[in-house]
């Protein structure tokens, strides 16, 4: 898949973590994470893991936060 494609899918999937349960919103964060790891964009894949880690322990604040900076950096990788 070409690299524009799976960035548009990353953005999607963070869009779609809107709504949800908690638990399909942390596996929607996961795939990001993996899809960034073998984008070989660790610093961002690191970045996903804080806003699982946020939404796990009820920081939605911080959740929120992580994922407006992740849409916003993946945005800037077209």
């Given at each position: 898949?070409?690299?524009?494609?799976?960035?548009?899918?990353?953005?999607?999937?963070?869009?779609?973590?809107?709504?949800?349960?908690?638990?399909?919103?942390?596996?929607?964060?996961?795939?990001?994470?993996?899809?960034?790891?073998?984008?070989?964009?660790?610093?961002?894949?690191?970045?996903a893991g804080?806003?699982?880690?946020?939404?796990?322990?009820?920081?939605?604040?911080?959740?929120?936060?992580?994922?407006?900076?992740?849409?916003?950096?993946?945005?800037?990788?077209?």
């Amino acid at each position: 898949m070409p690299t524009a494609t799976r960035i548009d899918v990353l953005l999607s999937t963070l869009n779609a973590t809107a709504v949800g349960t908690l638990e399909s919103i942390t596996t929607k964060l996961r795939q990001v994470q993996e899809e960034l790891a073998e984008l070989d964009q660790p610093e961002l894949a690191s970045r996903a893991g804080d806003a699982i880690a946020a939404l796990v322990r009820g920081d939605v604040t911080e959740f929120k936060r992580g994922r407006a900076f992740l849409q916003s950096k993946i945005g800037h990788l077209r």
